[in-house]
């Protein structure tokens, strides 16, 4: 079985408002995008990983990143698309003989190889799945004036996360309809769902973070200590 990454890093990152993409911002001294790669090249059930960025950018992840870092499982560099889905579609294009796809935001630096190993035995179970979080706040369901309508019980919730993994040959066979049908999706898992296949959701981790804004570069430098230097 060959099992193959997908990392995205063909955003914007326009609400961290750094000036830089914010997948370049450091971490003790490393650049946000090292620390995914890092976990997925050192797991041995991982065979290979495309990395998909903005054309302007591709020469900064080669020198500065994936050569710089020695990422040998990097086969590929892709050119991404305006929007997230555009940029999996990219990635997916380019993948042959490969089974499994694990699908991951390269602005979630903290995953680790529980989470990776738990998605490759779902995806086999399951053909799809994506880890998560119970979230910490009551969430609302309101209508179109802010009024609540309901309030779902927080354990029926579940704030999703990457990695989102996959049989490759479903996800492939959805992303390529939901392009052709310009069918709007926010995440990988709403692609197969659009289809009627059901995901399962495993348990994620509070520290896989998506780093979005400012405040989560805090967030991310304290999680990092906690996780690594104490
Ligand atoms: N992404 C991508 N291609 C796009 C848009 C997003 O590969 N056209 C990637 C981003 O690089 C990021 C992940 O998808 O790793 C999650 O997206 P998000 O957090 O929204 O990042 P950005 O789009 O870069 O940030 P912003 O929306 O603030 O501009
Ligand atoms: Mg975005």
Do not use: W
């Amino acid at each position: 079985m060959s099992v193959g990454v997908i990392v995205l890093a063909a955003g914007k990152g326009s609400r961290m408002k750094a000036g830089i993409n914010k997948q370049f911002l450091e971490i003790d001294e490393k650049p946000i995008l090292y620390y995914s790669l890092d976990v997925f090249e050192k797991n041995n059930k991982i065979d290979f990983i495309v990395v998909v960025c903005s054309p302007d950018e591709e020469e900064t992840i080669k020198s500065c990143i994936i050569d710089k870092y020695g990422f040998k499982k990097v086969k590929k560099l892709v050119v991404g698309g305006n929007e997230r889905k555009d940029s999996v579609l990219n990635g997916l294009k380019v993948m042959d003989d490969v089974d499994m796809v694990l699908i991951h935001d390269g602005a979630r630096p903290f995953i680790n190889n529980r989470i990776i190993d738990e998605g490759i035995e779902y995806t086999l179970k399951f053909n799809c799945c994506a880890c998560g979080v119970m979230p910490v706040d009551t969430i609302k369901v309101v209508d179109g004036e802010r009024f609540s309508k309901h309030t779902p019980r927080r354990s029926d919730l579940i704030a999703v996360q990457t990695p989102q993994c996959f049989k490759y040959d479903l996800i492939r066979e959805c992303h390529e309809k939901v392009n052709r049908e310009g069918i709007e999706v926010t995440d990988d898992t709403s692609v197969v769902e659009y289809f009627g296949h059901k995901v399962y959701l495993y348990e994620g981790s509070y520290n896989n973070i998506k780093i979005t804004t400012p405040k989560d570069m805090i967030m991310a430098k304290q999680i990092y200590e906690n996780l690594f230097t104490k």
